[in-house]
């Protein structure tokens, strides 16, 4: 697979992968987060296929450790799962949050095998405990049609998710406006340069770490996906 375009232009209507199968089959994946909420969405169209249909099956790989570790099978993981309305569920420890996996008209079965030795490179240039084992607490499956779009939904949030066509419009909405407010407006489009593609980049980057914790308090993230609001560790970035 390869990325849908340079992996520098950042708008979200634009990024995503292309992924072209055996038997000449061509599939784009895009990935977004909700805006406000711990709620991320995993997008799948189906570009070309010389069937009408085709089989997608989803594994989704589960991830509880602390900041400073690499997931590890334990006996007692996870605590809890099982069916969800419109998908599965996971609980990792008796205080986590239960994680749901949406994929609407799947058929979803369990499989709670391990993905082994999944290997992160920036921690191996480190120098660091780079290997770490993810879990798959089930698997969905679900027909899709040429030009169709499913997504799946991975949420802790006790509200049902919102429409995953209007959270992306509404990402769109507000990167469009970041833009504006820069002052640089009508850059970064497709006929930019490397150059004019630089500052809206940067603009939308920078814009993903700033956040509204618990109640009104607004705060920076030092990175993703695991650090919180360490000031150390941002004065460093």
Same mark, same amino acid.
């Given at each position: ?74 006996? +007692?993981?996870?605590?809890?799962? !099982?069916? %969800? ?7 990792? *420890? =008796? @205080? ?85 407010? +820069?002052?640089?407006?009508?850059? !970064?489009? %497709? ?7 630089? *500052? =809206? @980049? ?36």
């Amino acid at each position: 697979h390869y990325p849908l375009r340079r992996q520098r232009q950042m708008c979200i209507r634009d990024s995503g992968w292309i992924y072209r199968l055996p038997g000449g089959v061509t599939l784009i994946k895009r990935v977004y987060l909700q805006r406000g909420k711990n709620t991320v969405f995993v997008s799948y169209t189906l570009r070309e296929s010389p069937e009408p249909t085709v089989t997608l099956t989803v594994s989704p790989m589960v991830c509880w450790k602390s900041y400073h570790s690499e997931m590890k099978p334990w006996s +007692a993981f996870p605590v809890r799962r !099982g069916p %969800e309305v419109g998908g599965w569920y996971v609980q990792a *420890t =008796p @205080d986590s949050p239960k994680l749901r996996l949406l994929l609407r008209g799947a058929k979803w079965a369990p499989s709670c095998w391990w993905n082994e030795r999944v290997l992160h490179e920036r921690e191996q240039e480190r120098g660091l405990d780079c290997e770490e084992d993810l879990f798959c607490p089930a698997q969905g499956e679900r027909d899709l049609k040429v030009g169709e779009t499913v997504v799946l939904i991975g949420t802790i949030e006790e509200d049902e998710p919102g429409d995953p066509t209007l959270a992306l419009a509404e990402i769109v909405k507000h990167q469009e406006s970041l833009i504006k407010q +820069a002052g640089i407006a009508g850059k !970064g489009n %497709e006929s930019a340069t490397d150059d004019d593609t630089t *500052t =809206p @980049d940067l603009v939308r980057a920078a814009d993903l770490f700033l956040i509204r914790a618990l109640g009104a308090r607004h705060t920076v993230l030092a990175g993703y996906p695991w650090f919180t609001d360490w000031g150390l560790s941002l004065i460093h970035i």
